[in-house]
């Protein structure tokens, strides 16, 4: 089946640096998401994103898809930034294959 | 911002005991699913809907579990004998359709002592 790496697995950040976690899938067939986790729990969609490069504030996500990888870039870090990001890929169904993500520290 | 609402936020159970979590997903959105995310950040897929029917589950779901997703009512799942493994915290997510994006609820954290 669908396997997702995510790296690295944590980051530790000075507040206002920057950070880039990778996603490598498997397989080309698949869309790939990013998502947040907050400490509490509650996952937060941030990007869908089959392919390309979209943005959004100071996040952006860049999908290779040929290339069978894709990258969250996070610039000018803050301390609400902090907490796990998990890259998915879903095929036929929408039933999500998930990496066991990267968890973020940003220090003030 | 998601609007998928699941109760309780966290159960605590004994071993044997049943364990019900619920879920109302966003208005609209007919496709539901459940998740669980174990400590170690590892995802299972347990089972989706749609509207009312079930699409997909897998055989521990079949097995162990009762789950519906009611038109007019919140969904549920329920563990029908909890175990320590069980132990987790369990993700609903709703969805327009089979190429969409997910939003996810904030999670019912089941401690199986």
């Known amino acids: 089946g669908q396997q997702v790496q995510q790296s690295p697995a944590s980051l530790v950040l000075q507040e206002g640096e920057n950070a880039e976690l990778q996603c490598n899938f498997s397989s080309t067939a698949t869309r790939l998401q990013w998502f947040y986790q907050h400490p509490g729990g509650r996952l937060v969609s941030l990007f869908y994103?089959?392919?390309g490069t979209k943005h959004t504030g100071r996040l952006t996500s860049t999908t290779v898809t040929n290339e069978r990888r894709g990258s969250l870039h996070i610039s000018s870090s803050q301390t609400t930034d902090s907490g796990t990001y998990f890259c998915?890929?879903?095929?036929?169904?929408?039933?999500?294959?998930f990496g066991i993500g990267t968890r973020v520290l940003v220090r003030p | 911002n998601s609007k998928v609402i699941q109760t309780p936020r966290y159960l605590v159970k004994g071993q044997g005991q049943k364990a019900k979590m619920r879920c109302i997903p966003e208005?609209?959105?007919?496709?539901v699913f459940w998740y669980q995310q174990n400590k170690n950040n590892e995802f299972k897929f347990l089972i989706n809907f749609q509207n009312q029917e079930v699409l997909q589950q897998i055989d521990m779901t079949e097995k162990r579990f009762s789950a519906e997703c009611p038109s007019n009512s919140p969904c549920s799942l329920e563990i029908q004998s909890s175990e320590a493994g069980d132990s987790a915290l369990y993700l609903c997510a709703s969805s327009t359709g089979d190429q969409n994006t997910l939003y996810f609820g904030a999670g019912t954290r089941l401690s199986v002592l």
């Open positions: 208005k609209g959105h007919p496709v």
């Open positions: 994103n089959p392919s």
């Open positions: 998915a890929t879903n095929s036929a169904g929408n039933k999500l294959t």
